[in-house]
C-alpha cells in the first residue's frame, strides 16, 4: 500500500480502483451485509456456506462482507451481481435459500421468490 | 438452461399481500402456462416495494414497467399484452401526481422511492473493512478538496449554507458550532466523535459506523481543519465491538495511505485519531459528562457555559459532532451546499437516519428527506402495522422524547414541528407501537430507564424522576388517583425548568407526551381500574365463564397458588385476592371458560 502523497495521487488511486472494477464485469458479485445485527441473524454462517458452496461447485465469484443494508427484517440479506445484470437483493438468506440461489439464480438467471426490491435513491440519482 | 427472458414481479409485502397479491401471482401463472411462454416469463413473489399505497404493485424487468393497484382478473391483460405481445397496459400505470403522465419506466420514476440515502450512502455497498472501496466511490475526495482549494473559513461556511445541524438530537447547527471552536484561539483544540448511542432500540450510528466507518474518519479530518485541531477522539461504547474494529480498521488503513498523520496531501496540515471507550453509560452523550468521561473522570455533565467550543477536552476548545452528522459532511462538500439545503424544509436541512423498530412490518435502517410524514414513513417504506393491528403512536427521541399519534400522521418530520408536537427528534430511533400497547406502561418503562441512568448529580433529575416513576407504577397499580395526574405534570415542568442537562431536562417528555395524547388511558386506569389494551398485569382480572365451565378441575390443578377452588363437575370460581395472574388456569383449560377482564 503506498502513500497517497497529493490530490492528484488520490484521484489516479480513485481512476485505477474504478478501471479494476470494470473489468472482472464478468465475475459473479456477491455481497452479504454484515453489521452486528446481522451477524446476529446469521450472516456469517450464511457467507461462509456461500464461500464453501461456490468452491465446491466450482463457481468463480467474488464473495465480499459489507455493512447494513437497512433491511433488517429480511435478515440475512445477500446481493448478487450477475455479469451485466442489475444487482439483485435476496431476503431471509439462509443455507437452504442460498443454495436455492446458487442453483437458480446464480447457474440459470432464474429469480426467486424473496427478492427485496431496492427503495431508495443513491446519492447521484437526486436532482 | 432456462433462460427466462421476462420476470414478473409480485409484491409479497403485507400490504400487498392483504389485498390479494397471492392471487395475482397464481393468475398470472396460469395465464403464463395457458400461452405457453412457461420457459419464456417468470413470476416471481418479492419482499416490500415500499409504495404500499398504490399496491398491490406488479413491476416487470427487463424494462422496469411498474405496475399499481393490480387486481387479480388484471392478469389476463398483463399477459396477453406485455408478455405476449409486448404492448404496456396504459390503464394500469403509475400517473405522476405533479405532472399527470402516466409513467412506464421506473427509472424515471424515483418519487415512489421515498429514501434518499446521504449518510448512509455506501453502507450496505461497500466493504467496510476496505478503504479501496470507499476510495473509488469519492472518498476522501472532500478532504482533498478542502484542504488544497478552501480555507478553514470557506469551508466552515459551506457548512453553515448546507444548513446542517446535528444528528444527535439537539439539533444545533454545525457550521456555527465549528465556527466558534474555530474562533477561540488556543495551542491545542480537538475535534470529537459522539458515538454514545444509547436510546433504546436506535441503531443508526452503529450501522454507520460498522458499514462506512472511514466517511466519520474523513469528516473528522474535515472538522479538525476547520477548527485547527490536530487531535480526534472518538468516544464509543464498548458494547460496540464490530464497529470499534472496522473504525480501527479504517484509521489504520488511512494512515498507511497518509490521510491521517503529518503533512496530509502534502498541505502541510496534520491529524490523527483515537479512540475512547464508553462503558455504556446514557447520561455520557451529553457532551460535557462525555468530555468528563474521556478524561478519566466521573460521566458528569457541567453546566454550560463555558460550551466544549471554550473550554472542552483538557480545558481546550473542543467540536462534539454526532456519527450521523460527520456522515453527511463529505457529502455537502463534494456536491456542494445549494445541493444539500436543496433537501428537506425550510429550517430543516438533508435526510435523517431513523432505526425504525416495533411493531411494523418492515423493521429497518431507513434515511429520508426531512419533511416528509409519518405516514409515508410508516405505511409505506415501513409496510404499515404487524398483523393489521390498529396503529397507536410512535415514540421517537427516545426516552428524551415522546409519543406522535393519528392526529400527527401528517405532520412533516422536521426539528421544529417534533417539539411543536412535544416529542424530539433525537439520535433517530423510532418505535412504533400498535393498539395492544399500554401508554402509561410505555411511559413507565423510560422512566425506569431514565432513574436507571440518572447520574445523579442534580437533584430534580436524580430524585424528580424517581418520584415520577413511582406516581406512574402506581396507577398502572390500579392505585391512583385524578391527582397524580396533575402531580405528574407539575413535576414533570419542573424537572424540565430545574435539570442541569439534557437528560434530566428531557426525561419527562415520555409522561407528558403520552398524558398529552392519551389522558383517557390513564383515567382507565384510575376510575375504572382498568388497562384497555390488556398490558398492566396489577388491572387484569382473570374469571370462569360458568356456562362454559364443566367442572373438570384441570385449571384448579394448574393453579401454583391455590386460588381456584369448586369440586369435581362443578362451576369453579377464582379468588382474585389470591390470583397471580400467571394465566396457568387459561393455558390449561380446553372449553374457554376462563377469561380475562
Known amino acids: ?127 | 438452461m432456462s433462460e427466462y427472458k421476462i420476470h414478473l414481479l409480485v409484491c409479497g409485502g403485507a400490504g400487498c399481500k392483504a389485498s390479494e397479491s397471492n392471487t395475482i401471482a397464481e393468475n398470472l401463472n396460469r395465464e403464463i402456462s395457458k400461452q405457453g411462454l412457461d420457459d419464456y416469463a417468470q413470476v416471481v413473489m418479492t419482499g416490500c416495494f415500499g409504495f404500499c399505497e398504490k399496491g398491490p404493485v406488479v413491476k416487470i424487468i427487463p424494462d422496469n414497467t411498474f405496475y399499481v393497484q393490480v387486481k387479480p382478473e388484471d392478469a389476463a391483460t398483463i399477459v396477453e399484452e406485455h408478455v405476449l405481445k409486448g404492448r404496456k397496459v396504459e390503464r394500469l400505470l403509475f400517473t405522476d401526481p405533479e405532472t399527470h403522465k402516466k409513467i412506464s419506466d421506473s427509472k424515471g420514476m424515483n418519487i415512489y422511492k421515498k429514501q434518499v440515502r446521504i449518510a448512509l450512502r455506501n453502507c450496505g455497498i461497500i466493504n467496510p473493512e476496505n478503504i479501496d472501496e470507499y476510495i473509488a466511490r469519492d472518498g476522501y475526495e472532500a478532504l482533498g478538496t478542502v484542504l488544497t482549494t478552501k480555507t478553514p473559513e470557506e469551508t466552515i461556511q459551506m457548512l453553515k449554507d448546507s444548513g446542517l445541524r446535528g444528528r444527535g438530537g439537539g439539533g444545533f447547527p454545525t457550521g456555527l458550532k465549528l465556527e466558534l471552536a474555530f474562533k477561540n484561539e488556543s495551542d491545542e483544540k480537538y475535534v470529537v466523535c459522539n458515538a454514545d448511542e444509547g436510546d433504546p432500540g436506535a441503531f443508526m450510528d452503529r450501522s454507520i459506523l460498522e458499514g462506512d466507518p472511514n466517511s466519520v474518519v474523513e469528516a473528522m479530518t474535515i472538522c479538525a481543519y476547520c477548527i485547527g485541531a490536530n487531535k480526534g477522539l472518538v468516544y464509543i461504547r464498548a458494547e460496540y465491538p464490530l464497529a470499534i474494529e472496522r473504525l480501527k480498521t479504517a484509521i489504520d488503513q488511512a494512515r498507511k495511505y497518509g490521510l491521517l498523520g503529518n503533512n496530509i496531501l502534502n498541505s502541510g496540515f496534520k491529524f490523527d485519531i483515537d479512540l475512547r471507550y464508553g462503558a455504556g453509560a446514557f447520561v455520557c452523550g451529553e457532551e460535557t459528562a462525555l468530555i468528563h468521561s474521556m478524561e478519566g473522570n466521573r460521566g458528569e455533565p457541567t453546566l454550560k457555559p463555558p460550551f466544549p467550543a471554550q473550554s472542552g477536552y483538557l480545558g481546550k476548545p473542543t467540536t462534539v459532532n454526532n456519527v450521523e452528522t460527520l456522515a453527511n459532511i463529505p457529502v455537502i462538500i463534494n456536491k456542494g451546499p445549494q445541493w444539500f439545503s436543496n433537501i428537506g424544509t425550510e429550517k430543516s436541512k438533508g435526510t435523517k437516519v431513523f432505526a425504525l423498530t416495533g411493531k411494523i412490518n418492515n423493521v429497518g435502517l431507513i434515511e429520508v428527506p426531512m419533511g416528509i410524514t409519518l405516514r409515508e414513513v410508516i405505511f409505506e417504506i415501513g409496510g404499515g402495522i404487524k398483523n393489521n393491528k390498529k396503529f397507536k403512536a410512535v415514540q421517537t427521541g427516545g426516552p428524551s422524547g415522546g409519543c406522535l399519534t393519528e392526529k400527527h400522521l401528517d405532520t412533516p418530520i422536521d426539528y421544529d414541528n417534533l417539539i411543536a408536537a412535544g416529542s424530539m427528534m433525537g439520535s433517530g430511533g423510532m418505535v412504533v407501537m400498535d393498539e395492544d400497547d399500554c401508554m402509561v406502561d410505555v411511559a413507565k418503562f423510560f422512566l425506569d430507564f431514565t432513574v436507571d441512568e440518572s447520574c445523579g448529580k442534580c437533584a430534580p433529575c436524580r430524585i424528580g424522576n424517581k418520584r415520577l416513576y413511582e406516581l406512574l407504577d402506581k396507577i398502572t397499580k390500579g392505585n391512583g388517583t385524578r391527582q397524580d395526574i396533575d402531580r405528574l405534570i407539575n413535576l414533570g415542568n419542573v424537572i424540565k425548568d430545574t435539570a442541569l442537562c439534557g437528560l434530566g431536562q428531557s426525561s419527562p417528555n415520555p409522561v407528558l407526551s403520552t398524558i398529552a395524547n392519551f389522558r383517557d388511558e390513564y383515567i382507565a386506569h384510575i376510575d375504572d381500574k382498568r388497562c384497555p389494551a390488556g398490558v398492566c398485569k396489577a388491572l387484569m382480572k382473570y374469571e370462569i365463564i360458568a356456562e362454559n365451565c364443566v367442572g373438570c378441575t384441570a385449571c384448579a390443578r394448574a393453579c401454583p397458588v391455590g386460588a381456584i377452588t369448586g369440586e369435581r363437575k362443578e362451576v369453579h370460581t377464582i379468588n382474585p385476592e389470591l390470583c397471580i395472574k400467571c394465566g396457568a388456569c387459561m393455558e390449561r383449560c380446553k372449553f374457554n371458560a376462563v377469561v380475562i377482564n
Open chain 1, 1 to 127: 500500500m503506498g502513500k497517497i502523497k497529493t490530490l492528484n495521487d488520490l484521484h489516479k488511486t480513485r481512476d485505477k480502483l474504478n478501471d479494476k472494477s470494470k473489468h472482472p464485469g464478468d465475475l459473479i458479485q456477491i455481497k452479504v451485509a454484515m453489521a452486528t445485527c446481522c451477524i446476529a441473524s446469521g450472516s456469517k454462517e450464511t457467507m461462509n456456506y456461500i464461500v464453501d458452496e461456490l468452491e465446491k461447485r466450482n463457481i468463480e465469484a467474488i464473495v465480499t462482507q459489507t455493512g447494513c443494508m437497512g433491511y433488517c427484517y429480511a435478515e440475512p440479506t445477500v446481493e448478487v451481481t450477475l455479469p451485466g445484470k442489475e444487482p439483485v437483493v435476496f431476503g431471509y438468506v439462509d443455507a437452504k435459500k442460498a443454495d436455492e440461489i446458487i442453483e437458480r439464480y446464480i447457474k440459470n438467471g432464474e429469480l426467486i421468490e424473496g427478492i427485496i426490491p431496492v427503495n431508495y435513491q443513491n446519492i447521484d440519482e437526486t436532482k
